[in-house]
């Protein structure tokens, strides 16, 4: 029921945002150099590495690390970078992934590929069994503001407490959060 579910709201959401969504691709690529989509290696379900779709906010010569683990993220941010990170635009992409079933509405963040300390962790809780997705319950909780290991935590309550009734609560609150712009640190 979850996928089904998922199918329909992102082939919804696709259509009502599709304008929006070129929008966003033509100023991304107006006021910077490179693509206006960035596919970023993350962890998927069992681990499993998948190529995930999101607009383009930092440069191109960005290391491919954790935003908090650069020295200093402003620097790399596009124009138009740090409003679409606040705004949650950049994510539009991953309706895509969505799609596809790689990701879910509601799980886990996708980890990138060498955050090992969150990947191991997960795996230790077995968070890694569920399919990542486009927010969570660590998402509406504290965001880029939570340290990993209390981000293990609330990807493994949701683990454990997840149903149909406690996916639309973490979207409605996430949409909550987003109109808010809580929780986004870059």
Known sequence: ??????????IAAGLILLIPILLVAVFVKATSAGPAVYWSNRVGRNNKIFRMPKFRTMQINTPAVATHLLTNPDQYLTPIGSF??????????????????????????????????????????QVHTLVPGLTGWAQINGRDELPIPQKV?????????RSFTLDIKILFLTFVKVIQRDGVTH
């Open 84 to 125: 679409l990170r606040k705004s949650s635009l950049d994510e539009l992409p991953q309706l895509w992934s969505i799609l596809c079933g790689d990701m879910s509405f509601v799980g886990p963040r996708p980890a990138l590929f060498n955050q090992d300390d969150l990947i191991e962790l997960r795996t230790n809780y």
């Open 1 to 10: 029921m979850k996928r089904l579910f998922d199918l329909l709201l992102a």
């Open 153 to 161: 935590m609330l990807d493994a309550y949701y683990l454990e407490h």
